[in-house]
């Protein structure tokens, strides 16, 4: 046999083998089977694992959302912290398959709000995988959320209850005391020498609404919008103050201390009313003294906070008057007028002027907000001593309102953004709610 005929041989040979197919296909599968099976195992331990990673995700929200709902935000940053973790490990006991190994939680808040984190480990124990010598699947996961945090708010209301407020609360009632007065006079004087005949009486029996009447009603419909609007239980708390129930003892008069109990804000509200006067011209008529009201309530009102949390409140003063004052022996930007009490002699020097801007300028250096709700001082053509005295100021030279001294000082009274005026034939009530939201929205923008 030749080399070229071996060679021939062998190749056909060779070349036969590869052709035949029958006996590699069962070495070929006998090969492949393990790695085949192996990822199949993996793959079904991969989906478990998967599912209990969906698993603890959900818990984790959960656990986020229990932190930062509204329910929650009273509670400090720490103890949230504490509570997301406890709250996780709870969900966490109905895992079908794999084990917690650490959870930890993170809780913020700021002056925009809170942000809270939880972050977990866990291990899902394999089956198949566990042939190649992987006995667990590791897994992580995180959660976040953030929620604004309540403004928390102490509201001192001070009231302007002197007699001037009692003057018909709008134009027809103002038509009614004029008609049904000898002197055409349309304040309610509470005099207390002539009950019940007294003008005070008489817009009672008249049926005459006057402006401390509304005042009362608005203040106690106040409360339930506070009641309604806070967030969490506390969030506001309120103080109630008037220029006092008797000229006698004229001055800062606490009605209701500083109390997050809104309820009995709105009963003590109740006792709202126009303060009575002894005789007429008791002192002169020096019944509204700004001049020591508001250093009184300064004294009244601890150093205001952010408004974060309850132990830091923002203060707000929610003023409500027809911005005139009318104080004896002050010191006076206009001309004074000398008055003497009916019944004592005793001389007054009577001031009567658009309140100071300057009264309120030592609450705001405090970082103390006044929000001043100015009740329009009607113009009262047929009582000649408000023509005297008061128009020169409010539709003299400086035209009507807005643009009298009492708007422009008022004004100049307030925070920026937190003044409202009350026409004579707008609703006292409806200013005071939509001042009162516009105070929170603020305070929720600006914290």
């Not at 207390?192 to 003008?199: A, G, R």
């Not at 506390?234 to 008037?242: E, K, M, P, V």
């Not at 006044?370 to 030279?397: C, E, H, K, R």
């Not at 009492?406 to 307030?414: E, F, T, V």
């Amino acid at each position: 046999m030749t080399r070229t005929s071996i060679a021939r041989t062998v190749f056909g040979a060779v070349h036969a083998l590869l052709q035949e197919c029958r006996g590699n296909v069962a070495i070929t599968f006998a090969i492949a089977a393990f790695p085949i099976m192996l990822g199949v195992g993996a793959a079904v331990d991969y989906s478990a694992a998967n599912r209990s990673k969906a698993a603890l995700d959900s818990f984790a929200d959960a656990a986020v959302l229990a932190v930062t709902s509204q329910s929650a935000m009273s509670m400090t940053s720490a103890a949230a912290q504490t509570r997301a973790v406890d709250y996780f490990n709870a969900e966490a006991l109905a895992l079908k398959r794999g084990t917690v190994q650490t959870v930890t939680a993170t809780v913020t808040d700021s002056s925009s709000g809170r942000t809270a984190q939880v972050k977990y480990t866990a291990k899902v124990p394999t089956s198949v995988a566990a042939i190649a010598g992987i006995q667990n699947l590791n897994i992580s996961g995180s959660s976040s959320g953030a929620s604004a945090v309540p403004t928390y708010i102490d509201f001192y209301l001070l009231l302007d209850n002197s007699p001037s407020m009692g003057v018909g609360a709008a134009p027809a009632d103002v038509s009614k005391m004029v008609a049904n007065t000898s002197d055409q006079c349309a304040f309610a004087c509470h005099q207390m020498d002539v009950s019940p005949n007294d003008y005070y009486g008489l817009a009672k029996s008249l049926g005459v609404t006057t402006r401390i009447d509304v005042v009362r009603t608005a203040t106690q419909q106040l409360m339930d919008t506070a009641t309604s609007t806070q967030t969490v239980s506390g969030q506001f708390r309120s103080a109630i103050y008037t220029f006092g129930a008797s000229a006698q003892n004229k001055g800062l008069t606490r009605i209701f201390s500083l109390s997050s109990s809104l309820s009995s804000a709105k009963t003590a509200a109740s006792a709202i009313d126009l303060m009575t006067v002894p005789y007429q011209n008791y002192a002169s008529d020096t019944d509204t003294n700004f001049d020591s009201i508001f250093p009184a309530l300064n004294n009244e009102i601890t150093t205001p906070g952010d408004g974060v949390s309850a132990t830091n409140p923002q203060k707000v003063v929610f003023f409500v008057s027809d911005g005139v004052n009318d104080a004896g022996n002050i010191t006076c930007s206009r001309s004074t007028t000398a008055g003497q009490d009916a019944q004592t002699g005793t001389a007054y020097t009577r001031c009567q002027e658009p309140i100071k801007a300057s009264l309120c300028t030592a609450l705001k250096d405090r970082g103390i907000k006044v929000a001043v709700l100015y009740t329009t001082y009607l113009a009262l053509p047929t009582n000649g001593w408000y023509m005297s005295w008061i128009d020169p100021f409010n539709q003299g030279p400086y035209g009507p309102s807005p643009n009298s001294q009492i708007a422009a000082n008022m004004q100049s009274c307030a925070s920026p953004g937190y003044y409202f005026e009350v026409s004579p034939t707008d609703g006292i009530s409806q200013a005071m709610t939509a001042l009162f939201q516009k105070v929170v929205q603020a305070a929720r923008l600006t914290k």
